[in-house]
């Protein structure tokens, strides 16, 4: 009998479950102690606390959440390594991963300084960020990384139609949102190209026709970093949206711990999963785990209950398609620097989420190379387990079956196959 993933939350229409950060900020707002969602992390010595960016909370009912969660105070891995103390809303110094660490982490300095040029990484994202490029710029320059304008044609932000003018509505939450997708992909892949595409708004036809705007416009790599609960639509969905041979479509998994979200759930994309990422004096230099804050908090993973298994899936719990494929850092607490300046303080913050997770892996695959006109670029990693770090410790929740939760030697559902060991997992 097949094994299905707790349910969600029953709602009016396509209601889409809130992160479990902002349903905790919600809690202790209704119990007078305050509004940010507290967690202590096993990786640091000192109290690390975060909140749900604004975008995990939906606007409207039948909208995604993003799936990004902000450093609010303590002192995340990166800043205790360097004797960095940062200040929770304006800080002058990065407190996070960089391109270098990252890089280092995941195996791509060599790639990173020699790939990627010629290629173009979309982000799709809703609403719109009027500082993204501004906000991109200061990232890249402190960083070293070359400059990517639209002057320069390294840079372009379109809404779902592809108008340059007329754009979404501004929104600051999803700006955060647009920052880290920018930040990350700038991070792994420096001489890429950047698409931003703005929904109109978090509908899953929006941000679905951004898809497709995104492939229209020549993108190969397109990284989406929301979802929702899994509905009977999602079928229609995948045909409409998510179906381009040749392109590799990255989705986050989710930040609610274990249950399967949509679009990640789509036998279409590569579903991303999240780790906690720490330095180690192993020969890799780093270790990770799954990604857990909580019970109810960390990285999703599951069993579909509407998609069809993809036919390179191969686990046997779950007869429809199984959520993680591959995996990258998303615990806050061992979280990435991001610049952001619209709606809040100008200055350097530490997210996570596997928000942060999907980007990464777009980029990743942008650096591996162009995939074939027919191919399915979620398949790859599936001809090439040897060439990732597999991720064995660790669970984001309790399931009636283990691998669906917890991690193990070989594919689980937290982490998927693992992460990346250089770029040989990601080419076809």
């Not at 640091?44 to 939906?58: G, H, L």
């Not at 996570?352 to 995939?371: E, R």
């Given at each position: 009998m097949r094994t299905t993933p707790t349910a969600r939350p029953a709602a009016r229409g396509r209601r889409h479950r809130l992160t479990t950060a902002a349903a905790a900020a919600t809690a202790l707002l209704l119990a007078g102690l305050g509004t940010a969602a507290h967690a202590e992390a096993a990786t640091t010595s000192s109290k690390v606390t975060w909140t749900a960016?604004?975008?995990?909370?939906?606007?409207?009912?039948?909208?995604?959440?993003?799936?990004?969660?902000?450093?609010?105070?303590g002192t995340p891995a990166f800043a205790k390594a360097h004797g960095i103390t940062p200040k929770a809303a304006d800080a002058a110094t990065p407190s996070g991963y960089g391109p270098s660490d990252l890089q280092s982490a995941y195996g791509l300095t060599s790639a990173a300084a020699s790939a990627g040029a010629g290629e173009t990484i979309a982000i799709v994202d809703a609403y719109n960020d009027p500082n993204a490029e501004a906000d991109l710029a200061t990232y890249r320059s402190h960083y070293g990384l070359p400059a990517c304008t639209t002057a320069n044609g390294c840079f372009k932000k379109v809404s779902q139609t592809g108008s340059t003018t007329s754009l979404p509505t501004a929104d600051s939450?999803?700006?955060?949102?647009?920052?880290?997708?920018?930040?990350?992909?700038?991070?792994?892949?420096?001489?890429?190209?950047?698409?931003?595409?703005?929904?109109k708004s978090a509908t899953m036809a929006n941000l679905g026709t951004a898809v497709n705007e995104a492939v229209k416009l020549g993108a190969k790599y397109v990284s989406n970093s929301y979802g929702g609960s899994e509905s009977s639509s999602d079928t229609s969905y995948d045909s409409s949206y998510f179906n381009h041979p040749g392109v590799a479509?990255?989705?986050?998994?989710?930040?609610?711990?274990?249950?399967?979200?949509?679009?990640?759930a789509s036998k279409y994309v590569t579903a991303v999963g999240g780790t906690a990422l720490s330095t180690a004096s192993n020969s890799r230099g780093w270790t990770e785990s799954v990604w857990k804050t909580s019970s109810t908090e960390g990285t999703g993973s599951g069993c579909s209950a509407y998609?069809?298994?993809?036919?390179?899936?191969?686990?046997?719990?779950?007869?429809?398609r199984t959520i993680a494929d591959v995996s990258a850092v998303?615990?806050?607490?061992?979280?990435?620097s991001v610049y952001d300046s619209y709606g809040v303080t100008a200055g350097w913050y530490t997210f996570g989420g596997t928000s942060a997770s999907a980007p990464i892996i777009a980029s990743v695959y942008a650096l591996a190379g162009t995939p074939s006109s027919s191919s399915y670029p979620a398949q790859f990693p599936y001809g090439h387990t040897s060439a990732l770090n597999d991720v064995t410790s660790g669970n984001n929740g309790s399931c009636s079956t283990?691998?669906?939760?917890?991690?193990?030697?070989?594919?689980?559902?937290?982490?998927?196959?693992?992460?990346?060991?250089?770029v040989s997992a990601f080419t076809g």
């Amino acid at each position: 009998m097949r094994t299905t993933p707790t349910a969600r939350p029953a709602a009016r229409g396509r209601r889409h479950r809130l992160t479990t950060a902002a349903a905790a900020a919600t809690a202790l707002l209704l119990a007078g102690l305050g509004t940010a969602a507290h967690a202590e992390a096993a990786t640091t010595s000192s109290k690390v606390t975060w909140t749900a960016t604004p975008c995990s909370t939906p606007k409207k009912t039948g909208e995604l959440a993003c799936h990004s969660l902000r450093v609010t105070a303590g002192t995340p891995a990166f800043a205790k390594a360097h004797g960095i103390t940062p200040k929770a809303a304006d800080a002058a110094t990065p407190s996070g991963y960089g391109p270098s660490d990252l890089q280092s982490a995941y195996g791509l300095t060599s790639a990173a300084a020699s790939a990627g040029a010629g290629e173009t990484i979309a982000i799709v994202d809703a609403y719109n960020d009027p500082n993204a490029e501004a906000d991109l710029a200061t990232y890249r320059s402190h960083y070293g990384l070359p400059a990517c304008t639209t002057a320069n044609g390294c840079f372009k932000k379109v809404s779902q139609t592809g108008s340059t003018t007329s754009l979404p509505t501004a929104d600051s939450g999803w700006a955060e949102e647009i920052s880290l997708d920018l930040d990350m992909v700038s991070a792994i892949a420096p001489n890429a190209n950047i698409l931003l595409v703005e929904a109109k708004s978090a509908t899953m036809a929006n941000l679905g026709t951004a898809v497709n705007e995104a492939v229209k416009l020549g993108a190969k790599y397109v990284s989406n970093s929301y979802g929702g609960s899994e509905s009977s639509s999602d079928t229609s969905y995948d045909s409409s949206y998510f179906n381009h041979p040749g392109v590799a479509i990255t989705v986050s998994a989710g930040d609610a711990g274990y249950g399967a979200e949509y679009p990640a759930a789509s036998k279409y994309v590569t579903a991303v999963g999240g780790t906690a990422l720490s330095t180690a004096s192993n020969s890799r230099g780093w270790t990770e785990s799954v990604w857990k804050t909580s019970s109810t908090e960390g990285t999703g993973s599951g069993c579909s209950a509407y998609d069809t298994k993809p036919s390179w899936q191969t686990d046997t719990g779950c007869t429809k398609r199984t959520i993680a494929d591959v995996s990258a850092v998303a615990d806050p607490a061992t979280g990435v620097s991001v610049y952001d300046s619209y709606g809040v303080t100008a200055g350097w913050y530490t997210f996570g989420g596997t928000s942060a997770s999907a980007p990464i892996i777009a980029s990743v695959y942008a650096l591996a190379g162009t995939p074939s006109s027919s191919s399915y670029p979620a398949q790859f990693p599936y001809g090439h387990t040897s060439a990732l770090n597999d991720v064995t410790s660790g669970n984001n929740g309790s399931c009636s079956t283990s691998y669906f939760c917890t991690a193990g030697t070989g594919y689980d559902g937290p982490t998927g196959l693992g992460t990346p060991a250089g770029v040989s997992a990601f080419t076809g």
